[in-house]
């Protein structure tokens, strides 16, 4: 079992800057992968971002050059860092990892960006 804690979210304007922060309840290191997926009103969940065990990365073509994602090792965290968010970033976040072939989910964030 793996719980995730998600932070961050919140209202920006177009252009701006917001970063979200997802916690795990066990190492990061004995995840397969985690990251994030973002679902918009009448949208079907999409991936945003998925960093592996082994350090890669995997970004939305949407979101390349803008986002980040990135360990916290300390706090057995993944973080993602958006810049240059868009209104069509708007959406709630949710968290996702991959342990011992299970999937679990965090509850979702909501991120809205304004123009």
């Known amino acids: 079992q793996v719980q995730l804690v998600e932070s961050g979210g919140g209202l920006v304007q177009a252009g701006g800057s917001l970063r979200l922060s997802c916690a795990a309840s066990r190492s990061i290191f004995s995840i397969s992968a985690m990251g994030w997926y973002r679902q918009a009103p009448g949208k079907q969940r999409e991936l945003v971002a998925i960093l592996a065990r082994s350090g890669i990365t995997t970004y939305a073509d949407s979101v390349k050059g803008r986002f980040t994602i990135s360990r916290d090792n300390g706090k057995n965290a993944v973080a993602l860092q958006m810049n240059t968010l868009k209104p069509e970033d708007t959406a709630v976040y949710y968290c996702?990892?991959?342990?011992?072939?299970?999937?679990?989910w965090g509850q979702g964030t909501q991120v809205t960006v304004s123009s």
């Open positions: 996702y990892c991959n342990a011992d072939g299970t999937t679990y």
